[in-house]
């Protein structure tokens, strides 16, 4: 088991499937993000479940919309340490770094790098223009098919 060193969350992931937990209702695979316990009020508030379901109730069916990694649901866990969010996502593939390995030189090609870079622009645009966010931070930028990218973690503020 793998825990994640962040500050704000920690996710704890079985080593044979990084990230993927079964969701026992639907039979498939799930990344749970689980954030610290002081994460969700107070002084290290970071408003990520406000900015996930104010994205899943925009339209949809804008274009860039694709490319964003959406709230399936959320729960929480009490633990040692307090109240734990827990955010559920559909699992995916590897980040870009992972991604990167792929390839000799860990280069991307153009080709491919042009789409994902496409992709990460209609994104960006969408959670602007749509849903009203402005992407202040880091983000996990996912591939989930060949070129496909997800931007995982908005990251963000509105």
């Known amino acids: 088991m793998w825990i994640s060193p962040s500050p704000i969350c920690r996710?704890?992931?079985?080593?044979?499937?990084?990230?993927?937990?079964i969701n026992v209702r639907s039979n498939r695979h799930v990344a749970l993000k689980i954030l610290t316990a002081d994460s969700d009020s107070g002084e290290h508030a970071t408003f990520e479940l406000d900015i996930l379901e104010h994205i899943k109730i925009t339209d949809g069916s804008k274009?860039?919309?694709?490319?964003?990694l959406g709230l399936l649901d959320h729960?929480?866990?009490?633990?040692?340490?307090g109240d734990h969010l827990c955010?559920?996502?559909?699992?995916?593939?590897?980040?870009?770094?992972g991604y990167r390995r792929l390839f000799p030189g860990l280069r991307i090609p153009v080709?491919?790098?042009?789409?994902?870079?496409?992709?990460?622009?209609?994104a960006l645009a969408y959670l602007h223009g749509s849903c009203r966010i402005i992407h202040t931070g880091k983000s996990k930028i996912v591939v989930n098919r060949a070129t496909r990218i997800i931007l995982a973690d908005p990251g963000t503020v509105f």
Do not use: C, N, Y
């Open 11 to 21: 996710t704890a992931w079985p080593s044979e499937l990084p990230g993927a937990h």
């Open 63 to 68: 274009k860039g919309a694709s490319h964003i």
């Open 75 to 81: 729960f929480r866990h009490r633990g040692p340490h």
């Open 87 to 97: 955010l559920v996502f559909k699992a995916m593939g590897p980040d870009l770094t």
């Open 111 to 122: 080709l491919p790098l042009k789409q994902i870079t496409r992709q990460l622009l209609l």
